[in-house]
Every structure is written in structure tokens, then in C-alpha cells.
């Protein structure tokens, strides 16, 4: 029974012997010089089951594979004392008692470059970031990455057959010091060649807009990876490939192979969810076709369903000058708005111009719109023709929880009764978000909106022009359209507007953050009468996009002066220290 059990057990011991790692000790080294050591000692890459042989053989390498791991970091002439051990029934230990020396320092730094190549931004660049090598301790790895830096650079520009004349380090082991030395030369210049598309379901102009190229201009790898880019954005396309081979060249020009497959479906829909204690449950669908014929056009159906918003909005999409930014769009809508102190009917249609202009996007567009309406105690109905223009600009790092990024979108918009309209307006709206990194887990999301209306007489305006705060997209912790002054004790809107929101979140999980939130603001026609919620949220960013939860409380009832009220009406009902819930799915950036 002792013998049966004793086997197992060598062999238990065996086979941990034959998968331990042996010990090897540097003494004397940084962290980083001891880790570059690793990387060039063979010796570290054998178990406590290696022959004795060939632990002695690379023993005997060790001392060079050392000292040129430390040259490589600079530090040549380093003194190394080795011992190897092979104690009885253990693992054999190597260790290595090292002095590295002084480091040797780049004193002078020559790189030339000749021209043309020379005078290209990204190369010259690279050029003077070469001057930071000197008077520091030599690093050949920053070397290499400099030389094949300069060789990627030069080769993105079409400089295919860029090759170094010199390349050398110089050390002077003695002097502690070292010169190095470049010289690239370019050759000639590679151009775009030919060319060819594959694929022929959209006109040839609009397919051009997207290659920011020419036959026969510089060839230039930024412009190839732009014109894949611009392919894949565009939403025409199900599969692109883009083909640019220096071995096809004919001479010195690059011929270019474009491949454009359709999407396998011509109509696409979204939907989305949410809901709050305020306004109920709501339910948005979507259909988009982005490739409605072969000259580009597009259409989109966008519906709304809640107790206070259901519309419906028809969009007919035409491709101007360029599809990348630069398109006509006509549609036509209807809606019902409803709140706890206004009611309104809206048939609209419209026309506007998009495009770019510089860093920004500019909207030109009009507006008709006639809207039936009750709020507080008056009936009434508008037509206004508005013309207006916005300017938007937007970016953030990531579609998914972005770290950073901004949006601003600025509209300013009017009517005149000598253009068509019951009543004459200026209108001014300016909404803005930020997102920050404040940690790698956590961030700050900042929000402000902004409106001004000048108006003779403000009681002429429908519903939908004047200004309302209150709701998960303005001032959580309070109901929809709950903050504004008031008429027979109901919120009538104003004509002023300012809101603002500070909301932390901290990411625990993947995908998954917690949020605390601070939303103030107030809609006005005189002075301001701020009010204040506060909350906290749970963010879960699903398959199907961002899913928030937040639990909002009003810190104080919302305080006007009553504009008009032959019954003495009290305000309308709303308290401070009342709870709302609110839950909705999609992007809020």
C-alpha cells in the first residue's frame, strides 16, 4: 500500500519539476534594462527540464546576449559577473551580478532628406522630432523607429523607391558619446493612374464626388484610405474594396480599382423606446432607403408615439453638388403635442439646403406651418412661413460611450406678415454639449440650452414656437413642459429660455456606468426663475444601443408670476420633493 501510493507521488513531483521555471537573477539593472535582457537571453527561455548541456551552452552566450541588450539601450562596456548552479534534486539557478556603466549620449544628430521629398509636412516633421534624440542616452529601438518612420512616411507620399544612402550610429565607447547619421533619398515621385470602377448602379458624378483625387496628380496613401472612408459613410454601399498596388504601376503611376457592391436591402428601420413618470411610455420607428435610384436620392419615414408628441415626418433627400456634404431635403409632417396646459395640431412642410462650410454645417431652409392650438384659456390658430438657418458642428472620439466630444447647433429663425405669416418674429435657439475625460472610468457631460424670441404680442404664438422647460431633455425631476409662466394656473411657455446640465457617470463594468446629474434652467419672459433637479442613473450600452434609467428629484416648485387669471386659479400643481422616472433608449449625443 506504501509503494502504491509513493509512485503517484514521484511522478507528481516529476512532472512539476519538468514545468517550473528555473531561477535566473539580474542584479545591478533597472526594471527596463532587466526586462531588455530577458528579451535577448536565450537562456531565459529554459525550464528546470533543459539538458544540463544546453544550459551550459547558453550559459556561455549569456554574457554577450547581455551586454549587447545594454548597448542596445545605450550602455556599452558593462562589467558581468555569472554564476550557474545546479544544486541536488532542485532546479539549476543562474545569476548575473552586472555594472552597466555610464550611458552613452547622442551628441550630434544628422538627418538629411533630399528634395522634393524633403519639403513634404509629414517628413520634415519627423525631421525635427529627430533633434530630441540628442543629448539623450543612446536608443537604438528609437533609431530604428526613426528610420522606419521616415521609410512609411516616404512611401505613403509615392516615394516607392526611397532607400537610405546612410544610416550609421557612431560610438565612441570611450567618450560615452555617439553621432547619428541619415540620409534618405527619395527617388521619383509615384502618381494615381487609371481609374476603374466596378459597380454601375449609381451615375458616374456622384461615385467621383467621393475620390478626392485625380489621374495623373501625386499619389498620396492619406488620400486612398480618405477615398475608403468616404465610401463606407456614405451609405450607398454594402461592401467596398479599394485596390492600389505599387506592383500593377505602369511607369510610375498607380492605377486605382473601386468595387462598389449595393446593400442587400433597400429600406432599413430603427426603433426605439422610453419612458417616463411624466409623460408615460413613448416609441419611436424609423425607415430610411439610401439608395432610392441611380442618381442617389433618398427617403425617410420618422414616427413618434407618446401621449404628449405623436408625429409622423415624410423627407425626400436629393443630392446636390457633392453627397458628402451638400444635399437638397423637402418634407412634410404632422403632429399632435399635447401637455398638462396646451394643446396642438401641426401640418408642416418644408425645404432646405445643407452643406459644409468650413468646420461647420450650415441648414438654409422654410418652414410652413399652420398649427391649431388651445393653451390655458385661448383658442387660436397660426400660419407661419419661417425662414431661418442653422449651424451645427459635432465630433466625438467614438460612437460608443464617447470620452470626448462636442456638439453645437445654432438656429436663428423669423417670419413677417408682409412674407406670408399671421405675425411677425425673430427667434433665436442655441443648443450645446461637451463630454470630458476625467479619469480612464469616468467622465463629465455638461449641457446648456439657450432661446430668445422678440415678439410684439407673445399671446399670437402657437405652442410650438414659445418656450417650455422640464423633462428628461431639459430639466429632469420635472414633467414635460411643467417650467414656464403661467396662465389660468397653467404653464403657457415663454419667450425666453436658459437651461443647463452637469452630469457625472463612472463606468464599472464594460458596459455598464452609473450616473449623478444636476439639471437647472428656466423658460421666461421678464427675469428667470430657476428651479433644480438632481438624480442619479444606471447607463447600459446594449446591442441595441445606449439604454439609460434615472430617478430625478425636483429640489423646489417652479415659482411665476400669473400672467392672467380671473379666478384666481392657484399655480399649477407642481410641488418640490416629487420623484420622476425616466427610461429611454438610443444615443443622447
Known amino acids: 500500500m506504501v509503494r502504491s501510493i509513493a509512485i503517484p507521488a514521484l511522478l507528481a513531483a516529476a512532472l512539476f519539476a519538468a514545468h517550473a521555471s528555473a531561477e535566473v537573477e539580474f542584479i545591478g539593472v533597472t526594471d527596463a534594462q532587466s526586462a531588455n535582457i530577458k528579451a535577448f537571453l536565450g537562456l531565459s527561455d529554459l525550464g528546470c527540464d533543459a539538458p544540463e548541456w544546453l544550459v551550459r551552452w547558453q550559459m556561455r552566450q549569456a ?76 536608443n537604438h529601438a528609437r533609431y530604428e523607429d526613426l528610420k522606419r518612420d521616415l521609410l512609411a512616411a516616404a512611401q505613403s507620399l509615392g516615394y516607392f523607391d526611397a532607400t537610405f544612402e546612410a544610416s550609421r550610429v557612431l560610438v565612441d565607447a570611450q567618450a560615452h558619446s555617439a553621432t547619428v547619421t541619415l540620409n534618405l533619398v527619395g527617388g521619383a515621385r509615384f502618381s494615381f493612374g487609371e481609374i476603374e470602377i466596378v459597380g454601375d448602379f449609381l451615375v458616374r458624378r456622384l461615385i467621383d464626388a467621393y475620390i478626392p ?49 449595393p ?75 399635447e401637455s ?16 459644409e462650410r468650413g468646420a461647420w454645417v450650415e441648414t438654409d431652409f422654410v418652414d410652413l406651418t399652420h398649427e391649431d392650438f388651445k393653451i390655458a384659456d385661448q383658442f387660436g390658430a397660426s400660419r407661419l412661413l419661417l425662414f431661418g438657418t442653422t449651424f451645427s458642428r459635432f465630433w466625438r472620439d467614438r460612437p460608443t460611450r464617447p470620452t470626448e466630444g462636442f456638439r453645437i447647433d445654432t438656429t436663428v429663425r423669423g417670419g413677417s406678415q408682409s412674407l406670408g405669416s399671421d405675425t411677425d418674429l ?3 435657439l442655441g443648443t450645446g454639449k461637451v463630454i470630458e475625460r476625467l479619469t480612464e472610468h469616468t467622465r463629465v457631460l455638461v449641457r446648456t440650452t439657450a432661446g430668445w424670441t422678440w415678439k410684439d404680442k407673445f399671446s399670437d404664438l402657437p405652442p ?35 437651461t443647463g446640465s452637469v452630469e457625472f457617470d463612472y463606468q464599472f463594468r464594460t458596459d455598464w456606468a452609473a450616473a449623478l446629474f444636476v439639471d437647472s434652467g428656466s423658460a421666461f419672459d421678464e427675469e428667470p426663475h430657476f428651479v433644480t433637479g438632481v438624480g442619479a442613473g444606471i447607463r447600459w450600452y446594449s446591442p441595441v444601443g445606449p439604454i439609460r434609467v434615472d430617478f430625478s428629484y425636483n429640489l423646489n ?18 410641488q418640490a420633493g416629487h420623484f420622476n422616472f425616466f427610461f429611454s433608449i438610443g444615443q443622447t449625443f
Open 263 to 337: 446593400r442587400a436591402r433597400a429600406w432599413t428601420y430603427a426603433f426605439g423606446v422610453g419612458y417616463a413618470t411624466d409623460t408615460g411610455p413613448r416609441i419611436r420607428i424609423d425607415a430610411d432607403n439610401d439608395l432610392l435610384n441611380d442618381r442617389g436620392h433618398r427617403a425617410s419615414v420618422k414616427s413618434v408615439i407618446s401621449t404628449e408628441h405623436t408625429s409622423v415626418d415624410f423627407q425626400y433627400k436629393i443630392p446636390h453638388l457633392n453627397p458628402l456634404n451638400d444635399w437638397f431635403i423637402f418634407d412634410a409632417g404632422i403632429a399632435h403635442l
Open 63 to 138: 554574457d554577450a546576449q547581455i551586454a549587447s541588450s545594454l548597448e542596445a539601450l545605450g550602455f556599452y562596456g558593462a562589467q558581468i559577473v555569472d554564476s550557474l548552479e545546479f544544486p541536488p534534486g532542485a532546479c539549476w539557478q543562474a545569476r548575473f551580478q552586472i555594472t552597466p556603466g555610464e550611458p552613452v549620449i547622442v551628441r550630434a544628430v544628422n538627418v538629411t532628406v533630399d528634395q522634393p521629398l524633403g519639403a513634404e509636412s509629414s517628413i520634415a516633421t519627423l525631421v525635427q522630432s529627430a533633434s530630441q534624440l540628442k543629448d539623450k542616452p543612446l
Open 557 to 574: 416648485p417652479p415659482i411665476y408670476p400669473v400672467i392672467y387669471d380671473f379666478n384666481n386659479n392657484p399655480p399649477h400643481s407642481a
Open 464 to 498: 410650438s414656437i414659445r418656450f417650455f422647460a422640464g423633462g428628461d431633455a431639459s430639466i429632469r425631476g420635472y414633467a414635460f413642459q411643467d417650467v414656464g409662466p403661467e396662465r389660468q394656473g397653467n404653464v403657457v411657455g415663454g419667450s425666453r429660455l436658459l
Open 213 to 261: 483625387f485625380h489621374t495623373g496628380e501625386p499619389y498620396d496613401a492619406s488620400l486612398v484610405a480618405r477615398l475608403r472612408r468616404n465610401l463606407a459613410d456614405s451609405g450607398y454601399f454594402g461592401r467596398t474594396f479599394v485596390t492600389a498596388d505599387r506592383d500593377t504601376a505602369v511607369g510610375h503611376a498607380i492605377p486605382i480599382r473601386i468595387e462598389l457592391y
Open 426 to 428: 425673430v427667434q433665436l
Open 340 to 355: 398638462t396646459t396646451s394643446n396642438s395640431d401641426i401640418k408642416r412642410i418644408g425645404a432646405r439646403h445643407t452643406y
